[in-house]
């Protein structure tokens, strides 16, 4: 019987998918798995018992990731189940920023006691006009699932779109739409786009890069939108480019003290991933993310460990390695079996930065005595049965 312990409500949708072999538990210390959302694992004590976190959704700051590493635990995420709900309040986005719809509807409210509110209306309205975005054009910087999702939702409104992403993946090539132009210099973005849309992960490289530098490269008048990370942009620089024209609007889905309620931001509560249909996919995929490592040893979407899969175990039982990715790791897993007469059947190693992953499917059931000698070697973090 596996535990799992949800830190945040998950959608019942991702939790019935949990076979009789589960039982949700609400002691954390007792959990091989645990389920999560936005709630932080920064101070948390992470128990021993504890084998796979997963993460109903795409940003993993709130898990701290090397910790897990080291002990073994694997962190999935969830990426590409909430993209089409963030594409949705993008592309919403530019429409609010493209036209004054937020001013007309405050004006409205405010004269909601005018008993001539349709004849003011008419006089007023062009306060509120704006342009459209058909024929603007949009750079699209990071391509993965959610910036593909908007490129081709852009194309077919009519835009003319530019996407830079140098680690484009093949799967998120296949689906982008071929009138996306595929610009090999983000300063090209920079200095011909309309409409500019961030959609990479917060890293060292990325953090801060919306700044006056980068904004000194745009045209006059350009629309910056962050659906991504706050971090990704120096908002005190956008606001400086605000008062000055350079940029026209700023939209974020992150609310902070620095741009709340600031003249040209539009800032959003965070809503991106917030729909139903959001939700329900990432419970899902988390939950079928947990089941297939905890059962099979199965790697899919991790953050902190590569990728790795052998399907389900038809020999007499699998065993699962995490250690440093360092020489001759191999060789020592290796003979370790060899001197106790085990024959490996069949075998998988797979790296990510300074750390490794290997399986080994066994013909006879592993014991004790192979976990100890296994976990003795230097650079080995956790050792795992799997029968």
Not at 77 to 95: D, F, H, Q, R, Y
Not at 200 to 206: A, E, G, K
């Amino acid at each position: 019987m596996y535990k799992i312990n949800c830190l945040n409500p998950i959608a019942d949708v991702g939790l019935k998918n949990f076979s009789d072999k589960y039982q949700v538990t609400a002691d954390v210390n007792e959990a091989e798995g645990i389920l999560v959302r936005s709630a932080s694992m920064h101070e948390m004590e992470i128990p021993d018992s504890l084998l796979a976190v997963a993460r109903a959704g795409a940003g993993v700051n709130n898990i701290p990731l090397e910790k897990c590493a080291e002990k073994g635990v694997v962190v999935f995420n969830t990426p590409g189940a909430n993209a089409n709900g963030v594409k949705e309040l993008v592309i919403a986005g530019m429409l609010l920023a493209a036209r004054d719809v937020i001013g007309g509807i405050e004006w409205v409210k405010d004269s909601r006691e005018n008993a001539d509110i349709a004849k003011a209306a008419e006089k007023e309205k062009k306060n509120f006009a704006g342009t459209e975005i058909m024929g603007k054009k949009l750079g699209v910087i990071g391509l993965g699932a959610i910036g593909v999702k908007v490129a081709n939702a852009a194309v077919s409104l009519g835009m003319e779109v530019y996407g830079y992403d140098p680690y484009l993946s093949v799967n998120a090539a296949w689906n982008l739409s071929r009138a996306v132009k595929h610009v090999l210099n983000v300063d090209d973005i920079y200095a011909d786009c309309d409409y500019i849309t961030i959609h990479v992960p917060l890293l060292d490289s990325t953090k801060g890069m919306i700044n006056a530098v980068s904004i000194a490269r745009m045209k006059e008048g350009v629309v910056i939108l962050n659906f991504a990370r706050d971090l990704l942009a120096n908002e005190k620089d956008v606001l400086e480019a605000l008062q000055s024209g350079k940029v026209a609007r700023y939209v974020t889905d992150f609310p902070n003290p620095v741009t709340a309620g600031q003249k040209g931001c539009i800032v959003i509560p965070h809503l991106g991933a917030s729909t139903e249909e959001s939700e329900d996919n990432c419970a899902v995929m988390a939950v079928q993310e947990i089941m297939d490592y905890l059962e099979n040893g199965n790697i899919r979407n991790s953050v902190n460990y590569p990728s790795c899969d052998m399907g389900v175990c038809t020999k007499a039982g699998r065993v699962a390695i995490f250690h440093r990715n360092t020489a001759n790791m191999i060789t020592k897993f290796t003979a370790e079996f060899g001197e106790k007469g085990i024959n490996i059947s069949d075998m998988t190693n797979k790296s990510r930065g300074e750390y490794a992953y290997t399986m080994l499917d066994v013909e006879e059931v592993p014991t004790q005595d192979i976990v100890e000698a296994l976990e003795k070697i230097k650079g080995v973090f956790r050792v795992r049965i799997i029968v």
